[in-house]
């Protein structure tokens, strides 16, 4: 906990200091995310979606009110399986972000070099991911309405295993 004060009171400082702005961006949302299992075989691919809730949140630095550079964090779930509503799975990554406001609208990308999804029946998958998505502002832009998709090309531990998260959320963007 001293460290996180340590790392927070740093980088509000250093915003100061180097003119630029430093912007935390918590978000909420509904996710449904796809999960595919790629035959080897030369048969169809199994497709499993599952629905959630999702959370999380966005740390940076904002240059000309315009672009934003940071680190996010993400946690998805728990999904309900669509078709066994015993399963569930848990999503949880950590990357780096980059985002530009272009003619009102936010455009936006991520790299999540860790990015986990825990299923409570076993099966966790490791790996990397990308997001892309874009904002349009509400209530002159003290809220952000997102719509978001997130891509797992492959996991570490599953090469034929893929899936791609779609997101729609509601961001706070607070600028220091």
């Known amino acids: 906990m001293k460290r996180m004060s340590l790392i927070i009171t740093f980088a509000l400082l250093s915003g100061r200091t180097c003119f630029a ?6 978000f909420v949302g509904l996710s449904q995310i ?3 299992e790629v035959s080897n075989t030369g ?6 979606a599952a ?12 240059f000309f009110k315009k672009l934003i550079f940071g680190g996010e964090y993400f946690q998805g779930g728990p999904y309900k399986d669509l078709d066994n509503a015993d399963e ?8 780096l972000f980059v985002a530009y406001d272009f003619i009102g609208i936010r455009l936006s990308a991520a790299y999540y070099p860790y990015s986990r999804l825990d299923e ?3 099966g966790d998958e490791e790996g990397k991911a990308i997001r892309v998505g874009m904002a349009l502002p509400i209530k002159s832009k003290k809220f952000l309405a997102n719509l978001d998709v997130t891509i797992f ?6 090469e034929n ?16």
């Open 21 to 26: 702005d430093v912007v935390v961006e918590p």
């Open 34 to 36: 796809v999960f595919t």
């Open 43 to 48: 048969g169809g691919d199994n497709d499993e």
């Open 51 to 62: 629905n959630g809730f999702h959370v999380g949140a966005r740390l940076g630095f904002g």
């Open 88 to 95: 569930t799975t848990t999503v949880r990554q950590i990357g």
């Open 120 to 122: 409570d029946q076993g």
């Open 153 to 158: 090309p492959s996991f570490d531990t599953d």
């Open 161 to 176: 295993a893929r899936a791609q998260n779609a997101m729609v959320s509601l961001s706070f963007p607070l600028d220091f």
